[in-house]
């Protein structure tokens, strides 16, 4: 091949699209759907026998008991444009790997404390001598007391501990809770729980195409409300637009879920879908962009159920590149958006740096494998030496 670059014009990565990325929204549309109608049925059996529980038909705005239901549904649908006819539970991280936050029940009216300092218990419920450390920066203590009246079944020693709501003991109860399930749905053939470390459920499900890994995670949804530890939208932000913002942090606010032993993870998944969902209103590439880019990175740079990067990470990616480049003009050429998406990321993989977009002092990349990132960076590079030969 001679030394020069080959390129890429805008009409090749629109076949591109209607290629490659098409023919994965199809296939992984079909799965989601599968996953999805037999992780309703699991956990709404779990919800019949266990009142901590809810089924994920009603996650989200699908919440009967919110305020104003029926008005946050269709300022949801509205803005998401029919864009996402997935449940608001279900992140798909990968096309082998999806996360599905199962709600809790009986959480309601919660305000942000000022929690005490020190824990000296375990969860198996022996004593400490020095207290339980810290939770990082994106994650919290959940206490009973931050609930205007938690529901009877969250003062049981089952899921509490001197007045925290602890992430591992709900996992604990929920797990016995699903493989009950699995047994009374009968779906034992279908849906296999797999070992895993930590407060995880990580379960194996058979669909009619392949094999997928789902994450379920126990979530208190806390809609209505915002953390102060999300300092967001920034001071004289372009994008998203100030109404935009107002409305998600009002309508949709944020999770907390059951990833640890100790301490609540903070997730903003419904606020990204509607950034997502709502991202080229003035007619830019965006999205289209960010689906081209996603496709690269499965196909080419990191392929595999358990990515260094996941879509989760490029679509942060995405909204920090939003607000850096607010104008239109920015997202007319798909080319250069492309390009410059491609750029950042292969500078967060050599930095090993990729800030939270909503808490910015967070670098989700902090734990990740450096040896998976420098490859990461390594294939970024060979495509941007030579993208052509990868998009024809």
């Known amino acids: 091949m001679s030394g020069e670059m080959t390129d890429f014009t805008d009409e090749e990565l629109e076949n591109f699209l ?53 008005a946050l549904l269709s300022k949801w649908s509205a803005l998401l444009k029919g864009r996402s006819t997935f449940n608001p539970a279900i992140q798909v991280l990968t096309p082998t790997l999806i996360l599905i936050a199962v709600p809790l029940r009986g959480l ?11 824990r000296y218990y375990t969860i198996t419920g022996s004593r400490l001598l020095s207290p339980v450390r ?59 729980i797999q070992d895993s470390v930590g407060s995880v459920v990580r379960v194996a499900v058979e669909t009619s195409e392949t094999q997928v890994q789902v994450e379920l995670v126990p979530t208190v949804e806390l809609m209505n409300c915002w953390t102060k530890k999300a300092r967001w939208p920034r001071l004289l932000q372009k994008w998203p637009s100030a109404e935009r913002g107002r409305c998600v942090k009002q309508s949709f606010g944020f999770n907390l879920m059951a990833t640890s032993n100790y301490h609540w993870l903070l997730s903003f998944s419904r606020a990204e879908q509607v950034l997502l969902g709502s991202i080229d209103e003035d007619g ?29 990470h490029l679509q942060t990616l995405l909204f920090w590149i939003c607000e850096k480049y607010p104008s ?39 734990y990740a494998n450096t040896n998976e990132l420098d490859d990461l960076a390594k294939k970024i590079s060979e495509f941007l030496d030579n993208p052509g030969t990868y998009i024809h």
């Open 18 to 70: 209607l290629n490659q990325v098409d023919l994965r929204h199809r296939k992984v549309s079909k799965t989601v759907e599968e996953v999805q109608k037999i992780v309703k049925d699991l956990t709404t059996e779990v919800s019949t026998k266990d009142a901590h529980f809810q089924s994920i038909a009603h996650s989200g705005v699908n919440n009967e008991h919110l305020k104003d239901q029926p």
């Open 108 to 118: 309601m009216g919660y305000k942000e404390l000022h929690t005490r300092q020190w």
């Open 284 to 312: 830019g590439c965006r999205r289209k962009c960010y689906r081209i880019v996603r496709q690269l990175k499965e196909d080419l740079w990191c392929p595999g159920s358990k990515p260094v990067i996941t879509a989760f």
């Open 134 to 192: 810290d939770p990082e920066k994106l994650h919290q203590w959940l206490e009973l007391e931050s609930f205007l009246s938690p529901a009877q079944e969250w003062h049981d020693n089952c899921v509490a501990m001197e007045g925290d709501i602890v992430p591992a003991k709900v996992v604990n109860v929920f797990k016995e809770q699903l493989e009950a399930a699995i047994k009374t749905c009968r779906l034992s053939d279908k849906v296999t």
């Open 328 to 366: 239109i003009s920015d997202w007319r050429s798909l080319r250069d958006s492309v390009l410059r998406l491609v750029r950042k990321l292969h500078k967060c993989a050599s930095q090993r740096y990729l800030r939270h977009y909503f808490v910015r002092s967070y670098n989700l990349l902090k």
